[in-house]
């Protein structure tokens, strides 16, 4: 069965660094095109970040330069490194496996929550 | 840029419902998909190219348009269709979604 599962979340201070983890189980992550995706409280979907498979990294223009997506091929987990956390960052974090063109398997989400 | 609307629709069980999504520039319908979220629960892939069914999505609903204009159909609503639903392009990053339509129970 495809899974993925987040964690790593929390209460972090503004201007903290976080990062979350997502596992995957069912499919290989190095092998496969995975995002991010958040959603503020009370708000929509906001994408954040995109890993393909060959290694290539996009960014939502809101994290750009504070935000770093990545994998471990031998854990078979993608990460988000959030650096700068702002109070806006307040969200629940979605692992998202990309296939073909959408979005076809989503973790159930960690929440990052962004406050002193 | 997408726009969605109505931004909340109240509608009766076995209603149909009609939600409008419209880009600011013409996307592909190859790159644009809806997505069903309910409270505290993970958004589920509903339609991707525009008009195709994801595994598993019952065939009330559907999915129509081209350009910059796209229609998500449900035609009978059950109990558990009210949600929010997003459509995205997923062209070039950033992948962009509209923002929501809402519907409610009347």
């Known amino acids: 069965e495809v899974q993925l599962v987040e964690s790593g979340g929390g209460l972090i201070q503004p201007g903290g660094s976080l990062r979350v983890a997502c596992a995957a189980s069912?499919?290989?992550?190095?092998?496969?095109?995975m995002s991010w995706v958040r959603q503020a409280p009370g708000k929509g979907l906001e994408w954040v970040s995109i890993?393909?498979?060959?290694?290539?990294?996009y960014y939502a223009d809101s994290v750009k330069g504070r935000f770093t997506i990545s994998r471990d091929s031998s854990k078979n987990t993608l990460y988000l490194q959030m650096n700068s956390l702002r109070a806006q960052d307040t969200a629940v974090y979605y692992c998202?496996?990309?296939?073909?063109?959408?979005?076809?398997?989503w973790g159930q989400g960690t929440m990052v929550t962004v406050s002193s | 840029v997408l726009t969605q609307s109505p931004g909340t629709l109240s509608l009766s069980p076995g209603e149909r419902a009609t939600l409008s999504c419209r880009a600011s520039?013409?996307?592909?319908?190859?790159?644009l998909a809806w997505y069903q979220h309910k409270p505290g629960q993970a958004p589920r892939l509903l339609i991707y190219?525009?008009?195709s069914r994801a595994t598993g999505i019952p065939d009330r609903f559907s999915g129509s348009g081209s350009g910059t204009d796209f229609t998500l159909t449900i035609s009978r609503l059950e109990p558990e269709d009210f949600a929010v639903y997003y459509c995205?392009?997923?062209?070039?990053?950033?992948?962009?979604f509209g923002p929501g339509t809402r519907v409610d129970i009347k």
């Open positions: 190219g525009a008009s």
């Open positions: 890993i393909y498979s060959g290694g290539s990294t």
């Open positions: 520039q013409s996307v592909d319908s190859t790159y």
């Open positions: 069912g499919f290989t992550v190095s092998n496969s095109y």
């Open positions: 998202v496996r990309d296939w073909g063109y959408h979005h076809d398997v």
């Open positions: 995205q392009q997923y062209g070039n990053p950033p992948f962009t």
